[in-house]
């Protein structure tokens, strides 16, 4: 490896350079960034080329602008060309007083994304993790340069990074090569991005500006009529914050005994809103410590990382304030901000609605499973919901306009919504977030459906489409329907999930259009199996495989080692057009799905998701059965797992039958334990339908005593307390018998059994789940005991006898 003494910078690249140094003067006082990226497989040049590159830039910004400069370089320290790149241009931008560099590796990256700097450096040799672009470009302010340092142009395409090596399966071990194609297209298709061939010393794309430059102007304007103090205003950046500042005050009053105050936040990554909330959360508690003995306010989101820059600012105004508190930080994120008679807490989304706050922020709210959602609305009375529209976070456009949709319809809620749209670190129409959100299609939208589709959707005129993943990549009008509706039907959509999409060798796609061609149900496949067979000892012990979710939880749960041979697709997501969604094009879909898994001769068609009533009458109607729920809800979503399967050969149908059977008894003997909070239309769902163990009447599940027992329940002297015991064995043996062979029990009852009998609710707890008084429902307990007493002994409840004879009872069984 030569030594960085040795290398020589081409003129090329110095005339490369000045061409970027021409546009500092433009760039700075317009606020807004470019791109440049310098590609070459020689770690030393790399250095040398980035901090050159930089060192001019920086001393033209401080002929426009005489301050210190900030850059941030970030890159994977496992790697020694990564490390050799890193040492080269540490050694040479040093010298360049102006600017100081930090240095970061990726998996600590998360760190940064509050903060402000006017230079990254961004080393993509090794990897390029979508999330991570999505994630890092936005910390640079207008005037700023983003750099990216590649392999060899023309042999990064088929580059083998860390993230398509997290892609691949043992069936699957080499990754396709889509993503980075389709990247450096649109690095060649857009305005503000400049590239430079370090191997051959090369210009591939001169860096220019041909869109409309204006320059940046900041009118800040703070309220003469205000409750906050003028300190808190004076930490706003945008009109925007002020505004939602302003919308914060109303908070101070409490809401009516009945109503709520809901306030919902939405903008576009980079606008601020965080920083908002921080700054409007020490306001309120400013305001309200002084007429409450504690102020208390509650906040979450999918991770504490994501509130970093809410505590960050809440902070910063609280010293402003002459507030004196203690931080409280777990792994390097600030999860409380403590002061006296006052509090700013993290808490995971799940424990919410089991606080008591003054107020309560939702941050990142799209990544937050919606009935957990409306948990935490019902247990407080001032609440924000924020989330991204465009960012790597989620898919805020589709959250916003559902939740919404249920809020307006909700009595005595006094609802906000605002949407920022200033960016805070740069100026409207910036090239590279123009970029960076046509990149990784943070702003795809699913195609405008006219009245010709509708009537296709209605009258199931409908194609069904198999995509070639390279193929689609390069369609990209199709590409951006169909990633548009993922992000409007999924809570959750992030950049890599565009990364696997394109390069994990074992997902397919697939979708439904109309006669026009425009998308309305877009699906996402994984093949699964079969697991070879040195590997399934492992499984069973608890080892882990790469994907294969089906073969590795069915191994684990169902134990029938049988499967692992069996060959399958896992439906890793399907989603409909907002327009059409509950017309039947998911059920049309799958329909599709499963006879081309017929035809290929595979074994099931299965799938996986977070849990809710509605999710599960879908597949449950299209023939889909459950053969695991996850043991804990995932503390984010709020959501419990099921694994759904649909057989297709005779073996596998064999298989799924009796994991079947083993789940509906696990089912039954652990709702009381693990699943107490499963809501009870999801545990009916779940036990209604086969298999059964009785074929006929069972016979002696209860003595004597017990039966005599019922009756005196069954008429009234007994409560359900007392008779807890025989209600839990009736709810087994309703479950478990045929449905034709058992007395029949309105929904109502067999809710009944299943939140009093199996999960073990209180009768408050039960009232509030059907909305039907206590008194009614406890006299429904009866019902089912009368009933159940007739069935079991044959005897109608008026003409039985009380009281059991010693002679009639033996120990270990039960005469007739």
Known sequence: MPGSSNV?????FNRFVR????LTDVLVKSRIRALVVISGSDPVKLGIYASKLVDHYVNKWFKVDKRGFNGLYI???????AVKIREVFEEKIHENKKIEFEYAVYEKSEKYLGITTQMLILDLTRDLKPNDIGRLVGIVEGGGLIVFLTPSWDLWDSFNTIFKETLTVPQFPEPRHVFISWFKRKLLEHDGVGIYDADNNVVIKKLKLEREIKEYSKNIKIPESKIFPIEIYKHALTMDQVNVLRILERFYEKPSREGKKVLVLTADRGRGKSCAIGIGLVGL???????????RALVTSPSPSNVQSLMTLASIVLDSLGYKYDVVKKSGNIIEIRGEKFSIEYWEPIVIPKLKGDIVVVDEAAGIHVPLLYKILEEHKRLVFSSTIHGYEGAGRG?????????KSMENIELYEYEMTEPIRYNYNDPVEEWQFKTLLLDAEPAELDEKDLEDVEVKRLIYVKYDPRELFENEEELRQLFGIYVLAHYRNEPDDLGMLADAPHHFIRAVKTTSGKIVCAIQIAQEGPIDEKIVDELLRGGKIPGNIIPDRFLK????????????????RIATHPSVQGKGVGSWALEKIYEEVREKGMDWLGSGFGVTEELLRFWIKNGFSVVHISPDRNPVSGEYTVLVLKPISER???LVDLARYEFKLKILNSLGINYRELEPGVARLLLVDEPYVYAGKPIGVLSPISLDRLWTYCKGPMTFEAA???MHIIARVYWLTRREERPPLSELHELILITKALQGLTWEEVSEITGKPIKVLQEMGHEIACIFFEYFTGIKQDNYTPGVKSSNYKMGYITT
């Not at 020589?8 to 090329?12: F, K, L, N, Q, T």
């Not at 508690?285 to 102020?295: A, G, M, N, T, V």
């Not at 049988?562 to 896992?570: C, Q, V």
Request: glycine fraction near 4%; charge should be positive; avoid cysteine.
């Open 724 to 726: 807890a015991d025989l």
């Open 75 to 81: 890159y994977h320290d496992e790697f020694p060309e």
């Open 557 to 572: 749960h169902a134990r029938l080692v049988d499967f692992a041979s069996t060959i399958g697709w896992r439906i890793v």
């Open 19 to 22: 061409d970027v140094g021409k």
């Open 652 to 654: 596998a149908r064999r």
């Open 399 to 407: 959250f916003s306009v559902r939740f919404l949709k249920r809020l």
């Open 285 to 295: 508690l400013h305001l309200l410590r002084k007429i409450k003995p504690k102020f």
């Open 8 to 12: 020589v910078v081409p003129s090329s």
